[in-house]
């Protein structure tokens, strides 16, 4: 998205407030109409990173093994379990249930090689320090971070000296992939990937599918149980005859214990993420206390059609207006920044 890489152009004037008013090109899922211009030139030719870059910057991959493909397996296998011997026994027939359970199985089949592999928004490094900030180095001949305005708010702009670029807002260089990405969520260990700009919504999508699909498996592992017991004691379903009905399914158990721990995980995922959308931060922003006053928070409904629909704006609404200096504007917290 070439507008957070105007907030990271070292040609900015300094102390002037530069107005765009022309908003940005709308564009499709970038796995489909690939990267722009300028980053599909870097993907394709100068790639220096760790990611596998495949489909001309389109998907990226990371720790492909064993991370994804452990999710694969522990995740997959257990689905493949579930659908060919516990559904199929809990006798429900055409239902709410047995139907959105396989709604929620395409969506998560869809949804996990997309937040996995679609490239999460790699930004094109520089092959040489920029001329510009050759006046602005410290004492370690380093050059020293930026400040700039955004909407009334001013937060400190750090250059990454492995991309040699000052960071675009919102942006942190992953030490496991070695890249600097746009919108930076977390890496996700699980994914093998970063979360980024453009697969933060396959994430999401993910988890909150995974949490329904979870609480429905619960419920038929328990439709399960209470069916054995009834048909091996008749209408005795005591506390003893359950007890024994479970002593005699060693596979449910574990099954059931394995759905109750991906619940939790995924659930407390699924709620975290609904209310930092909401105030339109990132796990990485909201972990390290960035801001004192979130300058992207344009409230809850425009937040989330900012990260969700229109993820080409840096800011939900309004014009971008650019202003940096290498002294801190009035409105600057000590101890916030972009990145540590």
Not at 7 to 30: D, F, M, N, T, W
Not at 99 to 118: D, G, I, N, R
Request: with cysteine.
């Amino acid at each position: 998205m070439s507008r957070y890489l105007e907030y990271s152009s070292p040609s900015i004037k300094l102390s002037e407030a530069h107005r765009i008013i022309e908003k940005p090109p709308r564009r499709g899922p970038v796995f489909i109409c690939g990267p722009e211009e300028q980053f599909y030139k870097y993907l394709t030719t100068g790639y220096k990173g760790a990611s596998s870059i495949c489909c001309g910057g389109r998907f990226a991959t990371g720790q492909l093994w064993p991370n994804a493909i452990c999710t694969i397996i522990l995740t997959f296998m257990p689905g493949i379990f579930y659908f060919h011997c516990v559904l199929p026994r809990a006798e429900l027939g055409v239902c709410f249930i047995s139907v959105s359970q396989k709604v929620l199985s395409y969506l998560m089949m869809v949804s996990f090689p997309l937040a996995s592999f679609t490239n999460p928004g790699i930004i094109p490094r520089n092959d040489k320090m920029p001329s510009e900030v050759q006046e602005h180095k410290n004492l370690q001949g380093l050059p020293n971070p930026r400040y700039l305005r955004i909407n009334g708010r001013t937060v400190k702009q750090k250059f990454c000296h492995t991309c040699l670029i000052f960071r675009p807002p919102r942006s942190k260089h992953c030490l496991y992939c070695d890249n600097c990405v746009l919108r930076f969520d977390h890496h996700c260990t699980w994914l093998g990937n970063c979360v980024g700009l453009h697969n933060y919504k396959y994430f999401v999508c993910l988890i909150y599918c995974a949490t329904i699909f979870l609480f429905e498996c619960i419920i038929v592992v328990f439709c399960v149980f209470n069916q054995t017991a009834s048909s091996t004691s008749g209408n005795n379903t005591d506390l003893i005859n359950r007890i024994i009905t479970l002593w005699e399914e060693p596979f449910l158990i574990v099954f059931l214990l394995y759905c109750l721990f991906l619940l939790t995980a995924v659930l407390l995922l699924a709620i975290y993420h609904t209310i930092i959308s909401t105030q339109n931060l990132t796990t990485n922003e909201h972990v390290k206390d960035y801001y004192k006053e979130n300058p992207f928070d344009y409230g809850g409904f425009r937040n989330c059609v900012n990260i969700y629909l229109h993820p080409e704006l840096v800011l939900a609404d309004g014009d971008d207006i650019i202003e940096a200096d290498y002294i801190p504007f009035d409105s600057f917290t000590e101890g916030r920044s972009f990145d540590d």
